[in-house]
């Protein structure tokens, strides 16, 4: 089909002829060139500094700097999937919340999933570690990182999910209704379902989100990617080159993420939908 | 037919606003078991919304209406058990998007009446060989063409034994070489003595299935007679002029 290999440029450019095609080639030479240039400043920059001494990437070599850095990615893991996990699920209450026929729930609802969407993660975060502690909540380190996240991400993930609901057309729910079913079941099996995969690419772009928030966790000291490359720092004062590692594998993961999302959303539309 | 039994339908003096616009104006219309009820008019008239206040997906203001001898449950339970009675079909068709075309008739029968999946497939396979689309029972609606879904929808309405069809507008979105097939089908269920209430602009077919033509125009019922006393010898100026501007076409 011809549909599927059209790209956003297709839709928004018409085919280049003769000229435009000479013109985009030396625009992409010339911007290749200076990028490379740029690369060229940075790396003799690093040398001028002494960034490129052996002292600072040594320990790449060592198996045990790469377990340290393993074990902190799976905490980073650990911590993005429970908060995902977690936000999708009460994201998911607040949105039932909002859309309900009671104007008690709904502005209920609306009010936390905006609090929730207006307050910086990092509150939150000194929320659980400062203030709750003081209120006698006694929390593990992991829920310490874990709850702020989550509560950060609902908000958005509820309204992500009431745009799906809104985009299901108003006839479905009609002839699951005029079948004799009830509103529950209309829901649960007939909107529910379709707004889902509408909205998996919008979800998978704050599940993005999430993780790049589980970074906070140094704040608390629990050991996630970011607190254990901060250990590497100190240990051999090497700032640049742990930092520059792991900006590479954050980058890798939500790379991947993102990918995932594209091809859902492809095979969503493959599949049909809404026509 | 003993003039005692007792109607399927009855509409008693029903009003119906939206906002400030008056779309039902002192409505009262009976069909009658086994009956096949046309009503036609102008866009704009109030047919559509009439054929919609019968199982309540639009709620009326004032006045009563019955089915099967009792009047419309307001909500809940009782709602839905009478909508599970009375089929209702879309222009727009409406099937499910993300169900296959067996599930879409499967999925009330189980979900509403609890019939067991096997059942339920039996039935339904059963109900799309009728229509003639069992053999696209795995694909989705959007695979299928105008014709094949509302014929898909019509099965899916079948399933739940009704007792009485609601058609809005049934041929309105389709291609003109697909109208007949779903026109067919209609037809048929007609033939083995369904009771319906059609929304159409398809004279002809009017004309051969209807028992009663029933005109709209601006919130009333003008006429309402045999399909031969209206084509040929329309009451009012508004049907006359109605009449003559289709035939323009």
Known sequence: ?275 | MSMSQTPMIEMRNVEKHFGDHHVLKGISLTVKKGEVVVIIGPSGSGKSTLCRTINRLEPIDSGEICFDGKPLPEEGRALAALRSQIGMVFQSFNLFAHKTILENVMLAPMDVLHKPQKEAREAAMELLKRVGVDSQAGKVPAQLSGGQQQRVAIARSLAMNPKAMLFDEPTSALDPEMIGEVLDVMTELAKEGMTMVIVTHEMNFARRVADRVVFMDEGRILEDGTPEEFFAHPKTERARDFLNSIKDH
């Open chain 1, 1 to 275: 089909m011809r549909g599927a290999g059209l790209t956003v440029r297709d839709v928004l450019y018409e085919a280049p002829g003769a000229g435009t095609r000479k013109k985009i080639a030396v625009a992409t030479a010339a911007s290749l060139l200076l990028l490379a240039l740029l690369l060229g400043l940075v790396i003799r920059q690093f040398a001028i500094a002494g960034q490129l001494d052996r002292k600072y990437w040594f320990f790449f070599a060592r198996g045990t700097t790469w377990s340290f850095l393993g074990k902190g990615l799976l905490g980073t893991v650990e911590v993005a999937v429970v908060s995902g996990i977690l936000a999708f699920a009460a994201g998911f209450f607040l949105m039932v919340g909002r859309i309900s026929q009671s104007r008690i729930s709904r502005a209920l609802c609306t009010g936390i999933i905006e609090f929730t969407r207006g307050v910086p993660t990092l509150l939150f975060v000194y929320f659980f570690f400062l203030v709750a502690p003081q209120l006698g909540i006694r929390l593990h380190a992991f829920w310490k990182i874990t709850l702020p996240v989550s509560i950060s991400a609902c908000g958005v993930v509820a309204e992500v999910l009431r745009s799906g609901v809104n985009a299901v057309p108003k006839g479905q729910r009609e002839a699951a209704l005029s079948l004799g079913m009830r509103e529950g079941s209309v829901f649960l099996k007939i909107i529910f379902p379709q707004a889902f995969r509408v909205v998996i690419p919008a979800l998978l772009s704050e599940l993005v989100i999430v993780l790049k928030d589980t970074t906070f966790a140094y704040v608390i000291n629990f050991p996630d990617l970011m607190q254990n490359a901060s250990v590497l720092i100190s240990n051999y004062d090497a700032m640049l080159s742990v930092y520059l590692l792991i900006a590479v594998i954050y980058c890798i993961i939500n790379y991947l993420l993102n990918k995932a999302a594209e091809a859902v959303a492809v095979r969503g539309k493959e599949k049909g939908g809404a026509k």
